[in-house]
Every structure is written in C-alpha cells, then in structure tokens.
C-alpha cells in the first residue's frame, strides 16, 4: 500500500488469456513460457536470453531456487540455479580445508576447450560452475557477517525475504545479473479458509516485497530494478461451502518499481459481469504484459520471444 500510494505499483487486477485452462499445473506452464502452448520447453525469459545473452555468464539468468525455474529455461545460452547467494558450492565427503581449496582450483582447469564435441560440452558446463563459484565467494557462509542489507527484512521461516535480500546483495556487488525468478511465500490454492489462508501468505509476500525494494533504493539500485508478481489464475467469485473459493480465470499480478507508472493495467470486470462459470473475466493478457516488458524494460524483440506477438497490444509500463 506504501508502495503504490508512492506511484511504485501498477496493478492488473484481470489479467490472464481466452479459454482459460483452471489446471494449476497447465496455468503455470503458460505463463512460464510466455503462450498457451503445453509443448512449448523454453521459457520466456530463456529464451529472451538466448537472443540478448552471452555464453559466458551463467548469472545472466538467475533462480533463487534449488532448481531451475521454467521461466528461465533456455536453449542456448547458460542459466543458473542458484539457492541463494550464501549457500552455492562443491561438497565432497571427508574433504575439507587445504585440500578442498586444492579440489576447487582444479576445477578451472578442467574446463579447457576439448576436441570432441562432447568433453566440450562438460568442459564448458565444468568453467561455469567454476565461474559462478567464485562469483559467489564473498557470500559464501562464514565469509562476513551476513549480506549487510541497509533495511531490515521480515524473520521467517520462509526463504523468501532472506533469498530476496541476497538478491539486493549480489545485485549492490555488481554481478551481471539481468533476469532472475523466485516463487514466493504462501498458500493460494484457497478452496477451504480462505481468509486466514490469504492473509497469511500476502503478509509476509508483501513486507518481504516492500523491503527489498527500500533496499534497492537504499544501494541506488532501484531504477535499474522491475519486479513482476504474478499467479497463473484468480478464484471464483462465489463462495463454496468450505470458508473458501474455487479455480477461477483471471488473476492479479503486479508490477512493483521505481519506473513503473503506478496506473492499472486493464480494468477490473467487476462481478456482475462474470463469465458462464462464475469467474472474472480478463481485460489485460499475460502475453501483452510479456510483449512490453521484453520492449519497453529489456529493450528485446517481443516477436522474437513471445509466440504470436504482434496480435497483442502493448500496454505503457514504464514513467
């Protein structure tokens, strides 16, 4: 609320795509490759990447996860899957001190150009990991106090304000980061208690947001920043029987930023106006919100990224 009575939020309070697909599992995948299509493997800021991007910088693409988020696969350029900044490295059994750090030198040796094409490929992915380690060295436990953040943020049991201000730290070092993804905190599959349920999440979703953003303006990071908050569908207007409500079509998302206009993007419908299964309608699509971003922020080729990008309209994001 601080946020957008600052101009810092533009909402979409219906955006989601024609015929919606109420399957968490098929949602999800549309919006993490950038089209309605369940084939598609590479997603849309991977493959963003794999026209912008380098091959040497597996930071490029960053997921705060212990694995690899869909929006980032790509299929040519290296990405990283990365916990967080304070919990990357090389464990082996029994080995530790001195010859660990000899263990770990050896390691960008090992990733010299080979003939065959395939040593090649493990010696490439071998120079990598060994690159991104010593990215991520200063912020390896036990190598300082912490990641210094200038604001405090939530405690919690959740990795998730802690991953974000790890975030606001590799970003205030310097490190070529361009586009990272992480899944938030909280339960929104709200078929039963729905308001203890949503408020838990959007609780700790929202302070955590809100503080790594005064972080980011506290390191004069904040214009080079745009966070997007999205959910793959919204729930159905009507009440079921369990204190909750169920799959619904269009959802909320968010995008939160120094440059942003702070307007709505697309309108809410209202619920006198709902579709033939009682759920909102949407007035913006996730697909014209990607189109924009990879123009208006990543300063891409939407066609290039985005299936079908020159059928949508490109909504203003940027002040």
């Known amino acids: 609320m601080t946020l957008h009575g600052e101009g810092k939020v533009s909402v979409l309070p219906a955006v989601g795509y024609t015929h919606p697909d109420q399957s968490h599992f098929t949602s999800r995948h549309f919006w993490e490759v950038g089209a309605t299509d369940a084939r598609l493997s590479t997603g849309w800021m991977g493959r963003y990447l794999d026209h912008a991007g380098t091959r040497d910088n597996p930071l490029q693409g960053l997921s705060l996860e212990y694995q690899l988020q869909p929006s980032l696969a790509s299929a040519k350029v290296p990405v990283a899957a990365v916990a967080g900044p304070d919990d990357y490295g090389f464990y082996a059994p029994g080995v530790w001190g001195e010859v660990e750090e000899r ?11 080979r003939s065959d094409p395939f040593l090649n490929q493990a010696a490439k992915a071998t120079a990598q ?34 991953r974000l201000a790890g ?3 590799m970003l205030g070092a310097g490190l070529p980061l361009h586009c990272v993804a992480l899944t938030g905190p909280g339960e929104y599959d709200t078929h039963a208690d729905q308001p203890k349920a949503l408020a838990d999440g959007l609780d700790l979703t929202a302070r955590s947001l809100f503080a790594f953003q005064r972080d980011l303006e506290a390191r004069g990071l904040s214009d080079r920043v745009l966070t997007l908050v999205w959910s793959e569908f919204g729930r159905r207007g009507e009440e079921n029987g369990s204190d909750g409500t169920d799959h619904g079509a269009a959802g909320t998302a968010f995008l939160i930023g120094s440059r942003v206009r702070g307007q709505m993007i697309g309108e809410f419908p209202g619920l006198n106006n709902l579709d033939k299964d009682g759920n909102l309608r949407p007035t913006s699509d996730f697909r014209a919100l990607y189109c924009a971003l990879v123009e208006q922020w990543l300063g891409g080729d939407a066609a290039a990224v985005i299936p079908g990008a020159r059928s949508f309209g490109r909504p203003a994001l940027l002040s």
């Open 103 to 113: 263990m770990l030198e050896t390691l960008k040796p090992l990733g010299a150009r």
């Open 167 to 169: 975030l606001a730290a």
């Open 129 to 162: 990991s060994d690159r991104l380690r010593r990215q991520l060295a200063p912020f390896a436990a036990g190598n300082g106090n912490g990641f210094g953040s200038p604001v405090t943020y939530p405690q919690s049991d959740d990795s998730f304000p802690h």
